[in-house]
């Protein structure tokens, strides 16, 4: 898992790109009367206060663990990235979908268009820069997965919501500009209502799949299933282990839980199990860093045993 410095930069990327397009957006919106470039324009606006949200949340997980919260606060960045989806719904999706709605019994025709032009190609362009830096971060650490299952499976909830954002504001700039665009070649108004409807309907769609993805993380997730089968890779090989029963970890934000339970070999000494326990958690730790908490189990019977299946 890619360190949270990688995830900071991406959201700078964000923050700057997104408020240089609100301000841009904002001027066309209210020299043009476009509703798809207000809508677009609240959209930046959303984006760059999920941002702050973002960068609040990695502060508030970042806190040491406490006796209240023995295992720190890692977990604080999901909610904060909770909020950015709902931001993402209400602001953003909702409100376009209201301002389009409203665009749809309104004949007025666009006033200076080639305005509105410019900003979403500029728009397009300063977005596309952002992207790009989101896409950097992300490749460091998907391998060879798709995106899509990246975006799935990955458990740096920053980055997902970062890419989710920047992702959505790229498509809709570019349903703007085409909504725009038919606007002024057909002289109806009725195609500026269209493009702020569909640009509501992709922020919702977009917003729905962050926050289903957050939830999973918020009720308790496993860590990558790739890092689940390399940490039972190196459990299994432990020449101290004979036989390992159960394995479970739980991601804490930048941070990872494992609870080992396994027969051991070779050492039937309470001293000798402490000091072959106390090797393999030091030798966990330096091979997976990202593994803050770990407890030990020693035991020579699989009675509670509980089935984790890793896809």
């Excluded at 397009?21 to 001027?27: D, G, T, Y």
């Excluded at 990246?150 to 980055?159: A, G, I, T």
């Excluded at 002024?184 to 309907?201: K, S």
């Excluded at 090797?279 to 407890?295: D, G, N, T, W, Y």
Aim: proline share 3%.
């Amino acid at each position: 898992m890619s360190g949270k410095g990688n995830s900071i930069r991406a959201i700078f990327f964000a923050l700057g790109a997104n408020f240089a397009i609100f301000v841009a957006k904002l001027s066309a919106a209210l020299t043009t009367g476009s509703g798809a470039m207000l809508a677009e324009a609240v959209h930046s606006l959303a984006d760059c206060g999920n941002q702050v949200l973002l960068l609040f949340g990695i502060r508030q997980a970042g806190k040491p663990a406490t006796a209240e919260h023995p295992l720190g606060h890692g977990k604080a960045i999901y909610f904060w990235s909770f909020l950015v989806a709902l931001m993402l719904f209400s602001v953003g999706g909702m409100f376009s979908v209201y301002e389009g709605w409203h665009k749809l019994s309104s004949s007025e025709p666009l006033r200076s268009p080639w305005i509105a032009i410019g900003v979403l190609v500029f728009s397009i362009v300063v977005e596309g820069i952002s992207m790009r830096a989101c896409l950097v971060e992300v490749n460091k650490v998907r391998g060879k997965r798709s995106l899509w299952h990246w975006f799935r499976n990955s458990r740096q909830v920053e980055l997902v919501v970062i890419f989710g954002e920047d992702l959505a504001a790229l498509v809709g700039l570019v349903l703007a500009l085409f909504a725009v665009g038919l606007t002024m070649w057909t002289g109806n108004p009725l195609w500026d209502a269209i493009g702020t409807l569909a640009i509501g309907a992709l922020l919702i769609i977009v917003a729905i799949l962050i926050s289903i993805e957050v939830k999973s993380m918020l009720i308790g997730q496993s860590v990558d299933p790739q890092l689940s089968r390399d940490l039972r890779g190196f459990l299994e090989e432990r020449p101290e282990i004979d036989e390992l029963y159960n394995l479970i970890t739980l991601q804490l934000g930048n941070d990872v839980m494992v609870s080992i339970k396994a027969r051991m070999r070779g050492e039937e000494s309470a001293i000798g199990l402490i000091g072959q326990i106390n090797a393999i958690e030091h030798e966990l730790k330096q091979r997976f860093p990202e593994v803050r908490f770990s407890f030990f189990e020693p035991d020579v019977d699989d009675a509670n045993h509980v089935e984790i299946v890793v896809q």
